[in-house]
């Protein structure tokens, strides 16, 4: 049964072959999404001590942030910029799982990137989720969670959209990308809890900042910040 298994991955891989994300290259067997000398060319963050590095540096004086983490540098025409797109709009979610295991490994190995209560993603709005059909959070963080063991919750941050008089706030907040309104659902249930919200790529950390706002206004609540890839 299994050679018959193999003859047949065999024959599939003859006419589609598994090629990787990245450079398009077919992969080796044991390669998985992307080949090789991809993973090996991959920008990765060092994130020091998770508490002062480039991630909680957006948020300094924002925002109280914790810890910090990303996995990825972002930039135009880079690796990470292929992979983000692959997950966000080509529907790729086993990147994302790929990613969560990747990276997630590398956290409990540091043995300081702990003492969550639960993940929350940064929420897609309705008309966003219904169109593209899934959150490209969704299985990064559930990933996250089952190696990390920590609750994954999509239910309790809800992103709505501004009326119009409130769309037309100045410039200036527009700017800083302040169209997106969260909302709590069932705030009592994260009161004394430490959350670590998460995102795909963080540049300015205006979104995020939004989200934490709204986070930090439940009693006794400490935020961390994951995200994928980091502009840099
Ligand atoms: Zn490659």
Redesign the pocket.
């Known amino acids: 049964m299994i050679v018959m298994k193999k003859s047949l991955s065999y024959f599939f891989n003859l006419f589609y072959p598994r090629t ?6 077919v992969l080796l067997d044991q390669e998985e999404l ?2 090789l ?2 993973r090996f060319d991959l920008p990765l963050v060092d994130n020091g001590d998770y508490h002062l590095n480039a991630v909680t540096k957006i948020f300094e004086g924002r925002v109280l942030v914790e810890k910090g983490a990303s996995f990825m540098y972002y930039q135009e025409k880079g690796k990470t910029k292929q992979l983000i797109h692959e997950l966000k709009y080509k529907n790729n979610q086993k990147i994302g799982y790929f990613l969560a295991c990747w990276f997630g490994n590398e956290l409990i190995e540091s043995k300081r990137f702990h003492g969550f209560d639960c993940i929350i993603p940064v929420p897609l709005h309705k008309r966003k989720f219904k169109k593209r059909g899934y959150n490209q959070l969704t299985v990064f963080g559930r990933q996250l969670g089952v190696l990390l063991a920590v609750d994954y919750r999509e239910d309790l941050l809800k992103r709505v959209s501004f009326t119009n008089t409130q769309t037309k706030k100045k410039r200036l907040d527009r700017f800083q990308n302040t169209h997106a309104k969260f909302v709590l659902e069932k705030p009592n249930f994260l009161r004394n809890k430490h959350i670590l919200l998460i995102d795909d790529v963080v540049t300015t950390g205006a979104t995020l900042e939004a989200c934490c706002k709204e986070l930090l206004s439940i009693d006794q609540v400490k935020i961390s910040i994951l995200t994928m890839a980091i502009t840099g």
């Open positions: 990787c994300v990245c450079c398009e290259e992307m080949c000398d991809c």
